[in-house]
């Protein structure tokens, strides 16, 4: 609520910020019949073509170097978005195990777990070779913890779904993915 | 004195099981019978520490951990052996992490 009222508060002084400027313009084009006052010339001076020179190369520097950032940013926001679909998709395959199959070899869920932490292991590393920060990305490691707790707490070597607790495993997962959601917002923001 | 030293995929096997021998092949209690238990007595004799090499498996259940690393907490001391045991690993330091976090819980 308190976000919401600085946002349009922000939005009012904004809008305000702009159209005083607009309103000053127009009245001095209109009022001050300012076309009266100009004259123009065909004398060029060595100021007017250096002048002319440097705004051209400001201009195409900086419009290289915003295109060139903006799209780095980009890159690297989709690179690392991708890796957390990646990591949905593979709780999702996890979940859905659970629920189409009575029971699985141990070996398998171990394999399952294991590329899931390696995808989560690289998407970490990325993060921090792409300078990206993010709280919440140490929370996928809590989740995947109670995850693997929920799915290995096996006596023999084969996961028994049907006596897992499935509203525990829906839970967990259902938590995995709301974090990773969290964590495709924040980057997307930044 | 050197350290003592298991490398679980050589000393016991790579395709490790669940918790309890007589349900499945290669579990946890059978590990910590065979293997962890008599290395962590000679470790203390010596008063030297305990080397676990944890790569070349598969992977580890959490039931094959908390009947190996967790048993051995709970009949000789959580502190000591934490002290005694040193983990290494290149492919499995989320199981050192869920070790410290989870079977090796301070209560």
């Known amino acids: 609520m308190e976000r919401k009222v600085i946002r349009q508060g922000l939005a009012f002084i904004t809008i305000l910020l702009v159209l005083i400027p607009i309103y000053k313009f127009f009245y001095f084009i209109i009022n001050e019949k300012w076309f009266n006052r100009v004259q123009v010339t065909n004398d060029i001076s060595p100021f007017d073509v250096f002048d002319l020179i440097l705004t051209t190369t400001v201009t195409i520097v900086l419009a290289w170097f915003v295109t060139k950032k903006f799209t780095e940013s ?9 890796d957390l679909k990646s990591i949905e998709e593979q709780i999702n395959n996890i979940e859905k195990l659970a629920i189409l199959e009575s029971r699985i070899d141990l ?11 390696s995808t989560i292991e690289k998407l970490k590393y990325s993060m921090i070779l792409m300078d990206l920060e993010c709280q919440q990305i140490n929370r996928l490691d809590f989740y995947f913890q109670l995850l693997f707790q929920e799915t290995t707490n096996v006596d023999g070597n084969e996961v028994d779904f049907s006596e897992l607790n499935r509203i525990e495993l829906d839970n967990c997962c259902r938590h995995f993915i709301l974090v990773i959601r969290e964590i495709i917002c924040h980057i997307n923001r930044h | 004195m050197e350290n003592e030293r298991i490398n679980i995929a050589k ?4 395709l490790l099981g669940g918790r309890y021998k007589k349900i499945g092949p290669f579990s946890g209690e059978l590990f910590f019978e065979e293997v962890l238990e008599s290395k962590y007595m000679k470790a203390i004799e010596n008063n030297c520490q305990l080397e676990i090499f944890l790569d070349g498996t598969r992977g580890y259940s959490s039931s094959f951990l908390d009947e190996s690393f967790g048993k051995l907490a709970r009949i000789f001391g959580l502190e000591k052996v934490r002290k005694t045991l040193i983990f290494r690993t290149n492919d499995f330091q989320w199981v050192i992490d869920y070790i410290n976090q989870n079977v090796w819980k301070e209560k």
């Open chain 1, 107 to 117: 070996q398998n869920q171990l394999y399952n777990l294991q590329l899931l932490n």
């Open chain 1, 74 to 82: 980009r890159y690297k926001k989709e690179f690392v978005i991708n």
């Open chain 2, 11 to 14: 000393d016991f096997s790579s």
